[in-house]
């Protein structure tokens, strides 16, 4: 027989295309995002100039904080549909603060507790989740719309319904400042990134929390404080939610309840999952998931730049969580 012989495996496929195969699925993030940056760089008008790559950064920023988050829940087979909720008690918050009385007589103080407040509120609600799904065994889904219902209702009543607007560039600065040229909330968003990578790949809570993602019951009988790893998670989750809400708002000069973080949970949970998330647990891909928030982001700003209308993009992100997903199952065959 001829050395150039294809050789097949078992299902009779020949072996260079098996590798192919393989190569898209473990790398299919990557060529992804390849192939919307070349076709962009094609066919979508002004996408190399620096302008671009801005609002881009700007945009992808918030749904790569939200989606570390949510890839940290998801490792402990878990899901958090809270997550625009809590950006939108956040950005609430945080104007209500600075432009209190207190906040324009003490200015400084007012902007330092217009920070931390609505980032302990933001983590005092993923306490909320972390409590009702480790101890009271409310099933995530649940639990999470639960906040998902109220959160942006507490944040509608705080502010009467109405749109915040402010004029304060110390506070906006997390939206608009530049560092190296580059927006502000894009380092912050790679800061995050290597903080939370270090919790997972260096900590014993990291090593507990894959465990209980993994198997449980397992992770229970060794030993593992599975209730406080849960909830951990979800305060990570909803503490980076409250952030990247605080984000949303400085970007705007403006707090709308009724929209900050809206739709945010599926741009969150499609980030993730592309990102090589496993729904199932056991996973969590940190810097994928900012892999994931590029696609996403690319994904809309190219279907919007050229011309298609808002609503095709949310069918279009839905039909990469259905995608991501399919690749996770073939991955198992």
């Given amino acids: 027989m001829s050395d150039n ?18 190569l898209l699925r473990n790398n299919g993030g990557i060529v992804a ?4 940056l070349a076709f962009n760089a094609l066919f979508t008008p002004n996408f190399l100039q620096v302008q671009t790559l801005f609002v ?12 570390i988050g949510m890839t940290v829940v998801i490792a402990t087979a878990g899901i958090d549909l809270s997550v625009g909720a809590v950006m939108a008690l956040a950005g609430a918050l945080a104007p209500l603060i600075f432009q209190s009385e207190f906040g324009t007589a003490y200015p400084v103080l007012g902007l330092i507790i217009a920070f931390a407040v609505p980032l302990l509120v933001a983590a005092l609600c993923g306490l909320f989740n972390g409590v009702l ?3 009271l065994n409310v099933q995530p889904i ?9 959160g942006r209702g507490i944040a509608q009543v705080l502010t009467n319904g109405n749109l915040q607007t402010f004029s304060n560039p110390s506070f906006s600065y997390i939206g608009t400042g530049k560092i190296l040229g580059l927006p502000f909330q894009g380092w912050l968003a790679l800061l995050l990134a290597c903080i939370v990578y270090w919790i997972v790949t260096r900590t014993i809570f990291g090593r507990y929390l894959l465990a209980v993602g993994g198997n449980e019951r397992a992770a229970k009988l ?16 909803a503490f980076l939610s409250g952030i990247a809400g605080l984000i949303v ?19 969150a949970i499609a980030a993730a999952v592309v990102g090589g998330a496993l729904l199932q647990g056991g996973r969590a ?24 209308e808002d609503e095709v993009a949310l069918i279009a992100k839905a039909m990469i969580i259905v995608l991501a997903v399919y690749v996770q199952q073939a991955r198992k065959e």
């Fill in 249 to 267: 708002v400085a970007i705007n000069s403006a707090s709308d309840a009724a929209r900050n973080g809206n739709l945010m949970e599926l741009d």
């Fill in 33 to 36: 995002l390849l192939i919307i």
């Fill in 285 to 308: 891909p940190i810097f994928g998931a900012i892999l994931g928030a590029v696609i996403i982001q690319l994904v809309k700003y190219t279907l919007l730049a050229n011309g298609v």
């Fill in 222 to 237: 060794s030993g593992a404080p599975v209730r406080t790893v849960k909830i951990g998670a979800y305060v990570i989750c």
């Fill in 5 to 22: 012989t294809m050789t097949s495996d078992k299902h009779g496929a020949p072996m260079n295309q098996q590798s192919v195969v393989r």
């Fill in 142 to 150: 649940i639990t999470t719309l639960i906040l998902f219902i109220s």
């Fill in 56 to 67: 881009n950064i700007s945009q992808v920023a918030t749904i790569a904080i939200v989606a």
């Fill in 133 to 135: 799904i480790s101890y």
